[in-house]
């Protein structure tokens, strides 16, 4: 690591808006440091795009207990910068309940969160505090006016996943969703503190946050070869999102109920039309299997939904925590020779 001056002791003006930065750390020993590079420049006074002056007081680095060696770049980097601060869980626990963990432990007048892998520029937290300033905003999501640095399947994936909890939560705004973002410092403090186990970042911001709106911005390439999401885990992350938007996709099951209903009624007219008023053969059998095929299918559909549910309340029930602190980092296990 090239050798940097320790930012210590650095003076900002009382009029500033005071920023906390939030970057959940995963997989980030090779791409880590540039990005806090960065972000040193805003550690001192900045003024915005609009005049706003702002200054970044703190950085926590949130170690999600990786597979690289992250946990040595952020000992050696809270060692190099002073305003960057370490938060070690006791295991991984994921993206949000990561971010959340490092909301909990802020101090600033807003919060910034941002994703390790060098995609969002630090240079836009100007704009995006502008933004809320001047519409009144609790909430500020980077809108990309580029598309995202990944492939054509992830990213197809990703406006599906955007598009459907769209039409579930019933605010298209906020399905528009991304993991940079700048949010009122008092309500991402107040979310951390009571959000539990399960509960999807965005929508629970959706329930406390009245005015949310976008910034454009222009993404950047990752700094890193490979993504630190899998599709097994895009899946999974999409799937905890349809289960805590509510109970909208119960409501779905109504809605699927009623048109199964219709469908078997609109059998049972073809049917009884084909025996007693055409000459049309109908086989016994094969009206049996569709119909006990289709119901059988939306029943255990139905049933598996509600199950997903019931495994939502049993744990926050149980107290499952959404993360654990330690006071010392969580080591990666030593490569195999």
Known sequence: MDSEPNWGGLMHDEDSYQLSIVIPVYRGEQCLPS??????????????PAGNRYVVTEVLLVHDCGPDHSDRTIEALCEQY???????????FGQHAATLAGMASTSGDWIVTIDEDGQHNPADIGSMLDRALSD????????????????????????????????LLGNEE????????LIDGEIARTLAAYCGSGVYLDVALYWIAGRVGRC???LRSESRQASGYSYRKLVTHFWNLILTTGTRPLRLITVFGFFSMALALAITTYALYGKFVSDMPIQGWASLVIVVSFFSGSILTALGVIAEYLAVSVGIALGKPLYIVCTKPTRAAPEKS
């Open 136 to 167: 009144a905003l609790q909430v500020v999501y980077a809108e990309p006016r580029n598309s995202p640095p990944h492939g054509i399947i992830r990213n197809t994936f990703s406006w599906t996943a955007k598009a459907i909890s769209s039409g």
């Open 216 to 218: 454009p911005v222009l």
């Open 82 to 92: 002073s305003f960057t601060r370490p938060i070690w869980l006791s295991r991984n």
């Open 174 to 181: 906020l399905g528009r969703f991304s993991s940079y973002r």
């Open 35 to 48: 990005l806090i590079h960065e972000i040193a420049t805003l550690a001192e006074c900045n003024t915005s």
